[in-house]
């Protein structure tokens, strides 16, 4: 185990916020602060890096609880502007998925398979104060004997409504580009033939589970900032895997972890749920997340002062090799070339653009820095780790 100069705790730091005394700087920020005082000086002097991201996040979603009627019914089918929302739970009690559709979407309808709707959607109209219109139907029972059910509802009018995302905040992810000989259109936006584009996500030195790497910090019951709101982690998301490859920073070359989230979607802002609809591929909804990451060591400083020179990422075919990935990545770059507007990659120059927001994460790593300094947002420890991957830690801390 190593020994550490600097050791804080989660009390300490959150005595330090509610007096006003703690020093917040988003991770941006940390990177040059890192690079000027050491690791060590910078553990002293900063409590809490903040990080965020925002961009698509498919496995999203709500559940809605929408009240009952008089007399009852048992929902057995429930539609939301016309997207159907899964009513296999209590009698009033529906989930609605971030990337289910309107099933008369005229869109579709002039262009099969494209969706210009869907339960993404719904969410961000319900945060934003429209009206949307539910329709339920019932086989009917004893006890629920209503069969049909319409009402036009805005989100006060649910007694419940809770956003809650199996799988948010990928750690990390691919850069997709495309050797075939025709565009696709895939979940990472259209992709142009022989390689002519290469498309990526995830904000790069902002996102923050590349800010901890080790899950150190983040686990079941972290309080984070979500869709505007405040909200929790619940767990390690669907599709967590720790084992990818990694750099010797300990920063992951892939997709790795992923986190699952929840939080009180009546105080979420539609400037940070938004919907979304990829050509070709179908709905979803852009998703903001920010998390405070305590610096309880100089190694939590060193982790959260990684840039987006450091952080390499996958550059996948997705014209000739995914979904099934036999061959692995073709090559890895970073998020500073990525960012730069074009790669070279195969002998040629290729555009670049990303599907995520920086300057939108950037924001949400600011307004979470405010709230802290500002005393109203404390940290929140986590009763329960990720699963992780042991890591040798850095040359230059001191170890026992």
């Avoid at 609880?65 to 539609?79: D, L, T």
């Avoid at 990694?246 to 989230?261: D, F, H, I, K, Y």
């Avoid at 890895?332 to 990659?345: D, E, H, N, P, R």
């Amino acid at each position: 185990m190593a020994e550490f100069q600097v050791n804080k705790t989660f009390a300490e730091i959150n005595e330090k916020i509610k007096q006003g005394r703690a020093v917040v700087v988003t991770a941006e920020e940390m990177i040059d602060i890192t690079r000027e005082h050491g690791a060590v000086e910078a553990a002293r002097k900063i409590d809490v890096v903040t990080t965020g991201t925002f961009g698509i996040m498919c496995s999203s979603g709500a559940f809605l609880n929408f009240g009952h009627s008089n007399p009852r019914m048992k929902a057995q089918k429930v539609y939301l502007n016309g997207v159907e929302a899964y009513a296999g739970l209590a009698a009033v009690d529906v989930y609605i998925g971030a990337t289910q559709v309107k099933e008369d979407d005229p869109l579709n309808k002039v262009f099969p398979g494209r969706f210009r709707y869907g339960g993404g959607h719904v969410i961000e109209d319900l945060v934003a104060g429209r009206e949307v219109q539910l329709q339920a139907i019932s086989y009917g029972t004893d006890c629920y004997p209503r069969r049909s059910y319409e009402r036009t509802m805005t989100l006060k009018d649910f007694p419940d409504a809770v956003l809650l995302n199996p799988r948010n905040a990928y750690q990390n992810y691919n850069c997709a580009v495309n050797f075939s000989k025709k565009t696709i259109y895939t979940y990472m936006g259209m992709i142009r033939p022989e390689c002519s584009n290469a498309n990526f996500s995830t904000a790069g030195q902002l996102s923050p589970l590349l800010n901890d790497p080790l899950y150190k910090t983040i686990g079941m019951g972290t309080r984070i900032f979500l869709g505007g709101g405040v909200g929790y982690v619940i767990g390690a998301g669907t599709q967590h895997n720790p084992g990818v490859r990694r750099s010797e920073n300990g920063v992951v070359m892939g997709g790795a972890g992923t986190l699952a989230v929840k939080g009180d979607l009546k105080g979420m802002s539609s400037r940070f749920l938004r919907g979304a609809s990829l050509t070709g591929y179908g709905c979803s909804l852009n998703v903001g997340i920010g998390i405070p990451i305590p610096i309880l060591n100089e190694e939590m400083a060193q982790f959260t002062a990684v840039s987006d020179a450091e952080i390499s990422v996958p550059v996948v075919d997705y014209g000739n090799d995914y979904p099934n990935m036999a061959g692995g990545p073709l090559a890895y770059v970073t998020y500073a070339q990525l960012k730069s507007g074009t790669i070279t990659f195969d002998g040629r120059e290729v555009v670049t653009a990303p599907l995520s927001s920086y300057s939108a994460a950037l924001e949400i790593a600011t307004i979470l820095k405010e709230w802290i300094q500002s005393g109203q947002f404390l940290l929140g420890e986590a009763q329960e780790t990720l699963p992780s991957v042991p890591f040798a830690g850095f040359p230059n801390l001191a170890k026992s």
